[in-house]
């Protein structure tokens, strides 16, 4: 009998791991809405539609999810990929991709610097270039777009200075699935000029998370306006 | 009920490790923290099945254990991040992100505390 439940527990343990481990992750297909059985909609943007492009406006908007961890844990990452390397590291988990995103944004005119080499990460030295962005976030009930400075929490008051880095050659080759950086980077596709490169990591001086005054709960999905700014 | 009692107290000592870990931010956003836990159960496992010495765990110990890894872990987190912390770490080693951290706390109490009465309701001698 004991053995027998000695057996089954530790079997059961083993099964947990393990289906966790050997299922695709759960945010590779589109989450569902928190209706049972509706597609999730903020606006234009959807769960299957999770990006949108306007030209006219020259705006995106993709479609995002809190990730609570960074309610109280600092990151250097704003937005990332949820099936990049770095999918899981950051305040916002971005439901489309970082190509489609940097494509997006050639689409609406913007100008990538490519200014940040890898080499350049370790320096802290270099700030960002390329068309400056300014970027808004907004989710089902707050009723108007708040910067997205305001959804952030720094012990460092520098106002944000985001700029298309380009950073496409990188971004293939590492795969991080990063689309804003809170500091200049080499790799994500849009981040923060205000800071260095790298420099929230090399100096430790900067701690930036989620804000959790602003930002709704855990998984609540989010918009992310990037707008070229004229 | 002797592997029970291994893999239970390489768990324990398993996520223990990974929130230690966790603080270390360049690891943190380097790696998934969360493969420590199954990393250090099977450490656990093979150093204690392979050993020539008798290792001898038992309910007590696993008890005290137990206590003892929850101290450290409110040492090192504090009440807000205890929270969040195990539970974003377990979600992100098993791809479950979606879950509520409050569903993964739920769960992590429970199966600690069945544990623990299961082991030390069938009174192991702990001889391995």
């Known amino acids: 009998m004991k053995k027998g439940l000695s057996i089954i527990l530790t079997l059961l343990v083993i099964m947990t791991f393990a289906a966790g481990c050997g299922t695709k992750s759960s945010t590779q297909t589109p989450a569902p809405s928190t209706d049972t059985n509706k597609e999730f909609k903020l606006g234009e943007i959807s769960d299957s539609k999770p990006m949108v492009v306007n030209k006219d406006k020259k705006e995106i908007q993709i479609l995002a999810q809190v990730n609570g961890k960074y309610l109280t844990e600092d990151t250097r990452h704003g937005v990332v990929f949820k099936d990049g390397t770095n999918g899981e590291k950051s305040v916002l988990r971005g439901l489309s991709n970082q190509f489609d995103f940097y494509n997006a944004l050639i689409e609406i005119g913007a100008k990538p610097g490519n200014n940040i080499s890898l080499e350049d990460m370790k320096l802290a030295e270099e700030s960002v270039e390329g068309s400056k962005l300014n970027v808004f976030v907004t989710w089902n009930g707050l009723g108007k777009e708040i910067p997205f400075s305001d959804i952030l929490k720094s012990n460092e008051k520098r106002p944000m200075d985001i700029r298309f880095g380009g950073n496409l050659e990188a971004a293939t080759n590492l795969k991080t699935g990063c689309i804003l950086c809170l500091d200049s980077c080499a790799v994500g596709i849009t981040s923060d000029a205000a800071y260095k490169a790298n420099e929230l990591t090399l100096k430790k001086q900067g701690k930036i998370t989620g804000n959790p005054d602003v930002l709704p709960a855990d998984g609540t999905k989010v918009a992310v306006i990037f707008r070229l700014a004229q | ?128």
Not at chain 2, 16 to 39: C, H
Not at chain 2, 54 to 63: E, Q, R
Not at chain 2, 66 to 76: A, N
Not at chain 2, 78 to 106: C, H, Q, S
Request: proline share 2%.
């Open chain 2, 1 to 128: 009920m002797r592997y029970f009692i291994l893999i239970y107290n390489g768990f324990v000592w398993g996520l223990l490790t990974a929130i230690i870990a966790f603080n270390n931010q360049w690891l943190e956003m380097r790696i998934n923290i969360g493969y420590l836990i199954p990393a250090v159960m099977l450490v656990v496992l093979i150093a204690v099945l392979t050993s020539k010495k008798t290792v001898i765990i038992t309910g007590k110990f696993t008890a005290v254990n137990l206590f003892l890894c929850f101290i450290l872990t409110y040492g090192v987190l504090g009440t807000k991040r205890l929270t969040v912390v195990p539970a974003a770490i377990i979600r992100e080693a098993i791809k479950m992100t979606d879950v509520k951290f409050a569903a993964v706390n739920l769960f992590l109490v429970l199966c600690l505390t069945l544990g623990l009465i299961t082991i030390l309701l069938c009174r192991p001698k702990g001889e391995h």
